[in-house]
């Protein structure tokens, strides 16, 4: 029902910066919220940030102020931008996309994942 495609991980030195995209292909009918999730080695995965339809953000407090999400609609990607990266901002970052694929039926999808690593 639905495809997602990130990129924009790599390797960046601390205070550098970085762009993450996803995009949402397929079949569904609108996109109610995406976002992206990061996880750690031995972590738990957690919210990093998420927009709505309606554009509300969410940040998580550790990168408020140096992150920044933002959604097309019309093209129906995601983007995080990410300033000032810190060696804590290294994780496997994750897409999620909640899609509604009918009138009664919405359902979460992820992305495979992409590697930010903050090094010096």
């Known amino acids: 029902q639905v495809q997602l495609v990130e990129s924009g991980g790599g390797l960046v030195q601390p205070g550098g910066s970085l762009r993450l995209s996803c995009a949402a292909s397929?079949?569904?009918?609108?996109?109610?919220?995406m976002g992206w999730y990061r996880q750690a080695p031995g972590k738990q995965r957690e919210l990093v940030a998420r927009i709505t339809s309606g554009n509300t953000t969410t940040y998580a407090d550790s990168v408020k102020g140096r992150f920044s999400i933002s959604r097309d609609n019309a093209k129906n990607t995601v983007d995080l931008q990410m300033n000032s990266l810190k060696p804590e901002d290294t994780a496997v970052y994750y897409c999620?996309?909640?899609?509604?694929?009918?009138?009664?039926?919405?359902?979460?999808?992820w992305g495979q994942g992409t590697q930010v690593t903050v090094s010096s």
């Open positions: 999620n996309v909640n899609a509604r694929l009918s009138a009664l039926y919405s359902y979460d999808m």
């Open positions: 397929g079949r569904f009918w609108s996109i109610n919220a």
